[in-house]
């Protein structure tokens, strides 16, 4: 009851820093009957990241045990996840890190989609790198394109992709990849794909580049996989970027296209590319569909930009 009012919590932690360890190690048998009950609470949890930071590893095992069936509900509440971080940073034996692996591994992409849930898991991850870091890893890279479909799932993604870490980087991105029709028009991996394209590796931004070439109208008059087609316009080299432009400069495509609430963008993205000749061909297409553009919503923002 004390440990649930903010005034009591805080002086409690305040104290604690006064008394012996064996006075401390009093307050751990109705701890553990109680922590279920207090763990998820916004004033009493603050109070348990306290007090576990004075226990044995073997009262921290007896703790982890007793939490082991609410540990998903725990790790996605708000107060229940600053409590297992802190519990992550202290324990130390072979035996706690294991159980504690056991725990996450089988929960890795449900964790991961949640924005509590996903502290657990990178935290764990990052201090035992050694021991399981590369095994957490690997199931994030199994699991990388359902994760890029959710919005927490898919900054863990791009987050990885940012760090660059050489030992898995190759691996997420080819799976990621595989994956390449669904995540360019999910509303989430889209930003997956550009992250890709602003690596900057040629090879990763010619392999977009390609698959977009094999179904570019689809791509770009979808409204999230255009934003992507744009960007290829930047980071594709070589006969990628000149087959993509290619494709948006034919006849067929280029009416259609211009005429797309979405697809438009990306023929103004070529026009501004295109040499002064192949403006000018662009130009007299575009020109005769004036009076169809200005039937649509935005229209006569495009003619105004095109004039």
């Known amino acids: 009851m004390i440990a649930k009012d903010q005034g009591a919590s805080r002086y409690l932690q305040d104290i604690l820093k006064y008394y012996p360890s064996e006075d401390i190690n009093l307050f751990f048998a109705p701890l553990s009957r109680n922590i279920l009950k207090l763990i998820n609470d916004p004033f009493a949890n603050y109070l348990i990241q306290k007090i576990i930071s004075y226990l044995s590893q073997d009262q921290l095992l007896k703790i982890l045990n007793i939490i082991t ?25 072979p035996e706690l890190k294991s159980l504690f692996y056991e725990l996450v591994k089988p929960l890795v992409p449900q964790l991961l989609k ?11 991850a990052r201090l035992n790198m050694n021991d399981y870091g590369k095994k957490i890893n690997s199931i994030i890279i199994e699991n990388s394109i359902e994760l890029c479909t959710y919005r927490h799932g898919c900054c863990v993604i791009q987050k990885y992709l940012e760090n660059r870490d050489p030992n898995m980087l190759p691996d997420l991105i080819y799976k990621l990849l595989d994956g390449f ?7 989430f991996g889209n930003y997956v794909i550009k992250t890709i394209l602003f690596i900057g590796n040629p090879e990763y931004s010619n392999k977009i580049g390609e698959n977009i070439s094999k179904n570019i109208n689809h791509y770009s008059k979808h409204k999230y996989s255009s934003n992507v087609v744009e960007k290829c316009f930047d980071y594709c080299q070589g006969i990628y970027l000149n087959k993509l432009i290619w494709n948006i400069q034919k006849e067929q495509n280029l009416k259609e296209l211009i005429l797309d609430e979405h697809g438009n963008y990306v023929v103004q993205k070529v026009l501004s590319i295109s040499p002064v000749k192949k403006k000018r061909e662009m130009l007299i297409i575009i020109k005769s569909l004036f ?11 495009i003619i105004n930009r095109i004039c």
């Not at 509900?73 to 130390?92: D, M, W």
């Open 114 to 124: 949640d924005l509590n849930g996903t502290y657990i898991v990178q935290k764990f």
């Open 69 to 93: 069936p609410s540990f998903y509900e725990i790790s996605c509440n708000s107060h229940g996840t600053r409590v297992l971080q802190k519990l992550i940073e202290l324990i130390k034996t």
């Open 291 to 301: 009076p169809q553009l200005r039937q649509t919503h935005f229209g006569e923002k």
């Open 181 to 187: 029709n669904t995540l360019i028009t999910d509303q």
